[in-house]
């Protein structure tokens, strides 16, 4: 079994994640930002701050593969005076940083994960791995731009990169759009949400963690770019109803006056938010499948009521 380095490690899917690779007999060296709280698989390493001239000496010594999850994330209110600048700092710099210091110490297999958001924020058809990426916030360029620092950093250095591109994913533990959906859906009055056709692909934390293990090891994976989801995609109204039913809310959808929304919504500036709502955006995850003979461990119902279960059993802190 292998020795792996997981940053991000106390993160929504480090945590599953360490404790999966535990679990298959690896031993994992959980590298986080400070210890907060314990985790609850792996080794701890404290790295602090991720930067540009962060020493990953000590969190790669005897590393057979490297599952590089930390980074700066979107939030609602950036505090940051220029966010692009504070995204690709973390996100590009360090991560190259990391990748070198990584094939220095003869890592085999560096799995970084970056979105499905790298293909824009909506598309007529399922995006696949060849259709030329379209970011639009700071968050998804600076993924695209890491992407591609590390594509010509593997290149040079033989470092074994595989890169997994991921939508949105839900699971026990989860933040940000889920959580504040879940919000939303626990209320027992009407949403005007009803009678939306778009189509919208997600991934449960389940079926990631298990998708990451494979990439681990699966041969024919170096050196290429792979699309995830849990096969099954949605309308925001389904996943609305399905939401409701599984924290035990009725459904009660009104027909949503689409034109309407987006109208009023850009005369309020929210224009590009709701169009994510409205709008679909999908994957094709069927190469990804086909290379590596994955299947989804978890349906997308059981990934849907793991996550309303521990909402349910958490509402008061969250």
Same mark, same amino acid.
């Given at each position: 079994?292998?020795?792996?380095?997981?940053?991000?490690?106390?993160?929504?899917?480090? @945590?599953?994640?360490?404790?999966?690779?535990?679990?298959?007999?690896?031993?994992?060296?959980?590298?986080?930002?400070?210890?907060?709280?314990?985790?609850?698989?792996?080794?701890?390493?404290?790295?602090?701050?991720?930067?540009?001239?962060?020493?990953?000496?000590?969190?790669?010594?005897?590393?057979?593969?490297?599952?590089?999850?930390?980074?700066?994330?979107?939030?609602?209110?950036?505090?940051?005076?220029?966010? %692009?600048?504070?995204?690709?700092?973390?996100?590009?710099?360090?991560?190259?940083?990391?990748?070198?210091?990584?094939?220095?110490?003869?890592?085999?297999?560096?799995?970084?994960?970056?979105?499905?958001?790298?293909?824009?924020?909506?598309?007529?058809?399922?995006?696949?791995?060849?259709?030329?990426?379209?970011?639009?916030?700071?968050?998804?360029?600076?993924?695209?731009?890491?992407?591609?620092?590390?594509?010509?950093?593997?290149?040079?250095?033989?470092?074994?990169?595989?890169?997994?591109?991921? %939508?949105?994913?839900?699971?026990?533990?989860? @933040?940000?759009?889920?959580?504040?959906?879940?919000?939303?859906?626990?209320?027992?009055?009407?949403? %005007?949400?009803?009678?939306?056709?778009?189509? @919208?692909?997600?991934?449960?934390?389940?079926?990631?963690?298990?998708?990451?293990?494979?990439?681990?090891?699966?041969?024919?994976?170096?050196?290429?770019?792979?699309?995830?989801?849990?096969?099954?995609?949605?309308?925001?109204?389904?996943?609305?109803?399905?939401?409701?039913?599984?924290?035990?809310? %009725?459904?009660?959808?009104?027909?949503?006056?689409?034109?309407?929304?987006?109208?009023?919504?850009?005369?309020?500036?929210?224009?590009?938010?709701?169009?994510?709502?409205?709008?679909?955006?999908?994957?094709?995850?069927?190469?990804?499948?086909?290379?590596?003979?994955?299947?989804?461990?978890?349906?997308?119902?059981?990934?849907?009521?793991?996550?309303?279960?521990?909402?349910?059993?958490?509402?008061?802190?969250?």
């Amino acid at each position: 079994m292998a020795r792996i380095l997981v940053t991000g490690a106390d993160g929504f899917v480090g @945590r599953a994640l360490c404790h999966r690779l535990t679990t298959d007999g690896h031993k994992v060296v959980a590298a986080v930002r400070a210890i907060r709280q314990p985790l609850p698989a792996g080794t701890p390493i404290v790295v602090g701050d991720i930067g540009a001239d962060i020493d990953w000496a000590p969190a790669l010594a005897g590393i057979q593969a490297v599952v590089h999850l930390a980074a700066r994330v979107h939030v609602m209110r950036d505090e940051a005076t220029d966010p %692009p600048a504070a995204f690709r700092r973390v996100n590009v710099v360090a991560t190259r940083r990391l990748a070198e210091q990584a094939a220095t110490h003869g890592v085999g297999r560096f799995i970084f994960v970056s979105t499905a958001k790298v293909h824009g924020e909506v598309g007529t058809q399922p995006f696949r791995e060849t259709d030329a990426p379209s970011p639009t916030d700071p968050y998804a360029i600076s993924k695209w731009e890491a992407e591609q620092s590390l594509s010509a950093t593997a290149q040079r250095r033989g470092l074994g990169l595989v890169i997994l591109r991921p %939508p949105l994913v839900h699971g026990p533990g989860v @933040r940000a759009n889920f959580r504040s959906l879940l919000r939303m859906c626990d209320t027992p009055w009407p949403l %005007p949400l009803g009678g939306i056709g778009n189509r @919208r692909s997600l991934l449960s934390l389940g079926n990631l963690v298990s998708a990451i293990a494979m990439a681990l090891a699966a041969p024919g994976l170096v050196g290429r770019t792979w699309l995830l989801s849990d096969g099954h995609d949605v309308s925001i109204s389904e996943l609305v109803v399905r939401l409701r039913q599984a924290l035990g809310r %009725p459904a009660r959808l009104l027909p949503a006056p689409q034109a309407l929304i987006r109208a009023t919504s850009r005369l309020g500036g929210r224009g590009a938010a709701v169009e994510r709502v409205l709008g679909s955006l999908a994957v094709d995850s069927r190469a990804f499948r086909a290379a590596t003979g994955w299947e989804p461990p978890f349906d997308f119902e059981s990934g849907l009521a793991a996550t309303a279960a521990w909402y349910r059993n958490n509402r008061n802190a969250t």
